[in-house]
């Protein structure tokens, strides 16, 4: 039989999180590329709108793989699968770090370079930072996920016997 890691129920709820996140990230993208292509806005500040529309879509798999490995570890906790998570919560903390460099840099610029207030440039303003916002929160998450999965990773076995009613009485 394979031996179980003692993984925090917390895991369960802290993958769905990132699954909601990564919807979330989905919806903004969206909002992000038809706003930035229908009003004909090329950058973002120092950052060309491709740039924060790739990171949206090619980071979303990864951070929605990362949650449904993270419920999935937390139900039946082999090591295969902990470290498999780990996996994937490495690639989605790399992905939300240099999602992160890039929204901020993307905000701070993209602001300074308003020169009159148009709906279109605030609201594209506002997305980027949302955007940043659930790139920070998905870093969180999968920090606190990996931190937990190492934790149990290094747990030690446990000892214990267990009886069934019949052999308790037999060796009492």
Same mark, same amino acid.
């Given at each position: 039989?394979?031996?179980?890691?003692?993984?925090?129920?917390?895991?369960?709820?802290?993958?769905?999180?990132?699954?909601?996140?990564?919807?979330?990230?989905?919806?903004?993208?969206?909002?992000?590329?038809?706003?930035?292509?229908?009003?004909?806005?090329?950058?973002?500040?120092?950052?060309?709108?491709?740039?924060?529309?790739?990171? @949206? +879509?090619? &980071?979303?798999?990864?951070?929605? =793989?990362?949650?449904?490995?993270?419920?999935? $570890?937390? %139900?039946?906790?082999?090591?295969?699968?902990?470290?498999?998570?780990?996996?994937?919560?490495?690639?989605?903390?790399?992905?939300?770090?240099?999602?992160?460099?890039?929204?901020?840099?993307?905000?701070?610029?993209?602001?300074?370079?308003?020169?009159?207030?148009?709906?279109?440039?605030?609201?594209?303003?506002?997305?980027?930072?949302?955007?940043?916002?659930?790139?920070?929160?998905?870093? @969180? +998450?999968? &920090?606190?996920?990996?931190?937990? =999965?190492?934790?149990?990773?290094?747990?030690? $076995?446990? %000892?214990?016997?267990?009886?069934?009613?019949?052999?308790?009485?037999?060796?009492?």
């Amino acid at each position: 039989m394979a031996r179980r890691y003692p993984l925090r129920m917390e895991a369960r709820a802290l993958g769905a999180v990132q699954i909601i996140l990564t919807l979330f990230h989905y919806a903004l993208g969206a909002l992000s590329a038809s706003l930035f292509f229908e009003e004909d806005i090329r950058d973002t500040g120092d950052v060309p709108v491709l740039l924060p529309l790739g990171y @949206i +879509v090619w &980071s979303a798999p990864f951070f929605l =793989i990362s949650g449904s490995m993270a419920i999935s $570890a937390q %139900k039946k906790p082999t090591r295969y699968k902990l470290t498999s998570t780990i996996v994937m919560s490495i690639f989605s903390a790399c992905f939300s770090a240099f999602g992160s460099i890039i929204l901020c840099v993307a905000c701070f610029s993209y602001a300074a370079e308003m020169k009159e207030y148009v709906w279109s440039q605030l609201a594209g303003g506002m997305l980027l930072q949302y955007l940043l916002f659930s790139s920070v929160t998905e870093l @969180i +998450v999968v &920090s606190i996920i990996v931190s937990w =999965i190492v934790r149990a990773l290094h747990h030690p $076995a446990s %000892k214990e016997e267990s009886y069934t009613l019949s052999e308790y009485s037999v060796s009492s």
